[in-house]
């Protein structure tokens, strides 16, 4: 498959203008989704068990280890994000897809995310990148408590399939579903038109009542896998320590910044 995805990539590929295959995508923000902070973990421990082992070799010289270490710098090949579906080059900023079947989400190079910018493509969809403060979002105090979520932030996402909302919110231990008491849910979708329009899978209202004044936005899914990530690296403790909230405050500023008001809310 990978290989057919290739050639039908680069074929979409030849077609788009210049500027566009330069730079690979029109993305807005940098790439979050690609830091490998596994990759770094495992060449750590690599590399300690290499140290550990010369330590233990009696015929082993000081400087060795130091030199040892230069060899492995050296030997690194230089790390460079590749299209998850054809493995075209990628540059910083580049779109994401969606996997249907798994939620991963994927890096990819313009083309193929043309290919999978219709929900019916099969397999992946595009992720858009529009965020979209909702700052007269219709809802009490009541109907939050009425949705049953454990704390005050969660973000709401509506499957193709079943056509029905779930309910996650970020922890320590990642995203854990809740259970969300549908007709609560239903009446909060009526008194707000922007979450009608909402596409499923790939959109998600994302809250924050945790901080006043609270927040209300229809994200794309990656952020969304964005905080739940930075909440699971972060925390320590039971009260997740100053580092963590410091990261939340810092990502929910990101969206103001980047956000534009979702068309059709109504304004006083």
């Known amino acids: 498959m990978a290989t057919g995805m290739a050639r039908v990539s680069l074929a979409i590929r030849e077609m788009l203008p210049v500027s566009i295959q330069e730079s690979e995508s029109r993305s807005i923000r940098?790439?979050?989704?690609?830091?490998?902070?596994?990759?770094?973990?495992?060449?750590?421990?690599?590399?300690?068990?290499?140290?550990?082992?010369?330590?233990?070799?009696?015929?082993?010289?000081?400087?060795?280890?130091?030199?040892?270490?230069?060899?492995?710098?050296?030997?690194?090949?230089?790390?460079?994000?590749?299209?998850?579906?054809?493995?075209?080059?990628?540059?910083?900023?580049?779109?994401?897809?969606?996997d249907l079947k798994t939620r991963n989400v994927v890096c990819g190079c313009e083309p193929c995310s043309i290919l999978f910018s219709d929900a019916a493509a099969g397999g992946y969809q595009r992720i858009p990148e529009d965020i979209q403060a909702l700052p007269d979002f219709a809802i009490t105090d009541v109907q939050w408590e009425e949705l049953s979520i454990p704390i005050n932030m969660a973000f709401f996402c509506r499957s193709a399939a079943e056509g029905e909302a779930s309910v996650f919110y970020p922890s320590p231990a990642g995203a854990t579903q809740a259970h969300l008491e549908l007709l609560s849910w239903r009446n909060i979708v009526e008194q707000n038109p922007a979450l009608q329009k909402m596409q499923p899978e790939v959109q998600a209202l994302l809250v924050n009542r945790i901080t006043r004044p609270y927040e209300y936005y229809v994200v794309p899914i990656d952020e969304c896998y964005r905080l739940v990530g930075l909440i699971r690296t972060t925390w320590r403790g039971f009260s997740g320590g100053k580092e963590a909230w410091r990261g939340v405050a810092e990502f929910f500023a990101s969206l103001r910044e980047r956000a534009e008001p979702a068309r059709g809310v109504r304004h006083a």
């Open 30 to 98: 940098a790439c979050l989704n690609c830091l490998r902070l596994d990759l770094l973990h495992e060449e750590s421990l690599d590399f300690a068990a290499k140290t550990r082992d010369h330590a233990m070799n009696a015929d082993a010289q000081p400087l060795d280890v130091f030199q040892n270490l230069r060899r492995l710098r050296r030997a690194r090949p230089a790390s460079r994000e590749q299209c998850g579906l054809c493995g075209a080059p990628l540059g910083e900023r580049h779109r994401h897809l969606l």
